[in-house]
């Protein structure tokens, strides 16, 4: 009931845990506004001498301190060797394992030296707010569910677009539907006997699997039931159903089933019958329908500016893109995010060394290019990036950054992909391999067609 509608729930508040988000709010304004009334009022009275993350309990403490002060953050040890702003290695080896060891030492590592900020990883601004906090508690709760009582899966609904289909998939996943046999349990009829096939006992199953009526639909898509899904349980069958179909196939499946509730609601309450050929004509049509909306949304939304461009006069245009394989592990980065600041922080950095000072820097990492461009303060997780490409911008003329779509950062990305092939790192300055030599003469071209 309380999971998000996105996710396949209803989407009610789950009081707990929305109070719990709340407490958590008062725990990280008494970190972030150390000098606000509130938290002046709090350290007074419960921690005159410490801090909010190092202070235990007093002998007769509030309700409310107690349950702020039991959703503290766990601290870890400075791990940073500031003198060569490098990873303690001996000490992270001494604290983790080796799998953990690679993961923090892939994260990289600013020159600046800024000083430490408090992150929220719940939202991408890096400032907790109680709605980012319940969002994350819910999702915790929804993967522990999937787990315990081994729902559809996250993936099995995430084919799914319309709130309306998605929202059946659940409670048909869940046996949450009134079909006769869950009406009779309830004492709210007596004849469970299916009314489209007329042969058995209305059951989620038998309904949605086993009746004729719905084997004979599914023939008429040319789709039919994994005949290896030996699944007793119901659930389980029908994640192993979806789990063995790639995406179009889920989304004509959803859209099978609720044709199929619709049809049989029909037929219950008001006695009118859809033939099976009538059923697959609509569901054919509906996801025509809606691969034709999608794809004209997606034109729509579109962006002109799909070829490169060359600057203006005495203007150094500077692409940049970044790749990322997380089998080999190649490069130091943790995530694409990162690597895509650092591929920009790499484009300021040889802009300097060649002594440029009217630059352009472009790049299709529309994440990295508002945060740079932005005014506000920035507490994501790629912050010390965005600061050290900021503290940069004094040392140029003119420094500009642009957004443009992949189609305008080809031959950026050409030279990414190119670079993966390589063990060492590569610096090519006037003669480039012929697969990216081809990605700069057709660039070449827009740009002269452009004028």
């Known amino acids: 009931m309380c999971i998000p509608k996105a996710k396949g729930g209803l989407g009610f508040k789950d009081l707990k845990k929305f109070i719990l988000a709340l407490l958590a ?56 060797n500031r003198d060569t702003t490098t990873w303690k290695q001996d000490s992270i080896r001494s604290l983790f394992g080796e799998e953990q060891l690679k993961n923090i030492l892939s994260i990289p590592l600013v020159c600046s030296r800024p000083q430490d900020e408090l992150i929220w990883r719940g939202d991408n601004t890096g400032v907790y707010t109680v709605k980012s906090g319940y969002k994350w508690v819910i999702i915790m709760g929804i993967l522990y569910y999937i787990m315990k009582f081994h729902l559809l899966s996250l993936q099995s609904y995430g084919v799914l677009w319309y709130q309306v289909i998605c929202i059946l998939m659940w409670r048909i996943a869940n046996e949450f539907i009134p079909t006769l046999h869950n009406l009779r349990i309830r004492k709210l009829v007596v004849n ?72 049989r609601n029909k037929i219950y309450h008001e006695g009118t019958r859809e033939q099976v050929n009538e059923i697959v004509a609509f569901i054919n049509a509906y996801y025509a329908e809606i691969a034709f909306m999608r794809e004209f949304l997606k034109n729509a939304n579109g962006v002109n500016d799909s070829v490169w461009k060359p ?106 992909i190119e670079g993966r092939r390589y063990e060492n790192s590569q610096y090519w300055m006037e003669k480039v391999p012929h697969a990216v030599e081809r990605l700069v003469n057709r660039d070449k071209g827009s740009g002269d067609d452009d004028g």
Not at 37 to 50: A, N, Q, S, T
């Open 192 to 263: 469970t006997l299916c009314p489209l096939c007329q042969a058995n006992e209305e059951t989620v199953s038998h309904l949605f699997r086993d009746c004729t009526f719905m084997q004979q639909v599914l023939r008429g898509m040319g789709a039919t039931n994994t005949t290896c899904n030996r699944e007793p349980n119901w659930k389980k069958w029908l994640e192993t159903e979806f789990d063995s179909q790639n995406t179009e196939a889920c989304k004509i499946r959803s859209i099978v089933y609720w044709a199929i509730w619709y049809n």
């Open 25 to 80: 709010k008062q725990g990280w304004k008494i970190i972030t506004q150390p000098h606000s009334l509130f938290v002046r009022v709090m350290k007074e009275k419960y921690f005159p001498k410490g801090e909010f993350m190092s202070v235990g309990l007093c002998s007769y403490p509030s309700y409310t301190w107690c349950s702020i002060w039991d959703i503290r953050y766990t601290v870890v040890s400075d791990l940073i």
């Open 311 to 416: 600057p203006d006069d005495n203007i150094i245009k500077i692409n940049f893109d970044a790749s990322l394989n997380q089998h080999t592990r190649r490069s130091n980065i943790p995530d694409l995010v990162m690597a895509e600041a650092r591929a920009c922080l790499q484009a300021i950095t040889m802009a300097e060394e060649m002594g440029f000072q009217d630059i352009c820097v472009e790049g299709d990492a529309l994440t990295i290019i508002c945060k740079v461009n932005s005014l506000e303060e920035n507490k994501s997780n790629i912050s010390n990036m965005i600061k050290e490409i900021k503290g940069r911008t004094p040392k140029f003329r003119r420094l500009s950054f642009k957004y443009v779509p992949r189609e305008a950062n080809k031959t950026a990305h050409g030279i990414v």
